[in-house]
């Protein structure tokens, strides 16, 4: 069965970061990431929601998909994560291994998304750069 598609599938189409419960699957608009527990789902959406946030507010943007840059809900998304890893770990990230275990361990220090250290949230969504493609 094929679950409901994962908030942070753009971060592993490109098999930058991984989930444990994350599957490839070829949907009707091309590839795309199924999330196999809803319990995790829900989790993510949260923290996804909360990233969202930060960088519109950042960069300067209203939640509009056809106004924000794709360039900056990469940012979002692979920066918002990045940093994420950073807080759980003290240490710089490059990539997630598993972005569930991520988003469990900031919702267990962080009992309210609202009152989590942002500083290195927002470093990190600056300073994200995507890899150039190859032609």
Not at 29 to 45: E, F, L, M, R, W
Not at 88 to 93: F, L, R, T, Y
Request: net charge negative; glycine share 6%; proline share 2%.
């Amino acid at each position: 069965m094929i679950g409901d598609a994962c908030v942070f599938a753009l971060t592993q189409i490109t098999n930058d970061f991984a989930c444990e419960y994350g599957e490839l699957v070829t949907r009707r608009a091309g590839p795309d990431i199924a999330c196999h527990s809803a319990d995790h789902q829900k989790k993510c959406q949260d923290v996804y929601e909360y990233l969202k946030k930060i960088g519109l507010t950042l960069f300067e943007f209203e939640d509009d998909l056809a106004q924000v840059p794709h360039g900056i809900w990469v940012k979002i998304q692979f920066g918002g994560l990045l940093g994420l890893q950073t807080l759980v770990s003290g240490q710089d990230a490059s990539h997630l291994e598993n972005i569930s275990h991520t988003i469990i361990a900031v919702l267990e220090e962080n009992k309210c998304l609202e009152q989590m250290p942002t500083d290195q949230i927002i470093v990190s969504m600056k300073n994200y750069r995507s890899r150039r493609r190859k032609k």
